[in-house]
């Protein structure tokens, strides 16, 4: 049973920072990619960041040049340095862990940490 584990969620100030992370009860190279998710009150989950297994990243273009998503390897962890916060990241952050094959593609995801940004 593939456990996610997020932490690091809170009350930030516009402009500031904050940073999230996600453990793994396994490998993370088990994983074809990990990745954010957000989901604000009355809207749907969006897709924030995600790094392929090979290392390569994607962003959403509203965090893109302020977040940063990055791993630990030997900790089974997966970063997002959230920089310059504004009001509107505001949301339920969401860790998922995918696993995609020729065949089927399984999705893991944390229980979700909340982040308010302040003006």
């Known amino acids: 049973q593939v456990q996610l584990v997020e932490s690091g969620g809170g009350l930030g100030q516009a402009g500031g920072s904050l940073r999230l992370s996600c453990t793994a009860s396994m490998s993370i190279f088990s994983f074809t990619s990990m990745g954010w998710y957000r989901q604000a009150p009355g809207k749907q989950r969006e897709l924030v960041a995600t790094?392929?297994?090979?290392?390569?990243?994607d962003y959403a273009d509203s965090v893109k040049g302020r977040f940063i998503i990055s791993r630990d390897n030997a900790k089974d962890t997966v970063y997002l340095q959230m920089n310059s916060l504004k009001p509107e990241d505001t949301a339920v952050y969401y860790c998922n862990a995918r696993k995609a094959t020729t065949i089927a593609e399984n999705n893991y995801w944390g229980q979700g940490t909340q982040v308010t940004v302040s003006s």
């Open positions: 790094k392929a297994k090979g290392g390569s990243s």
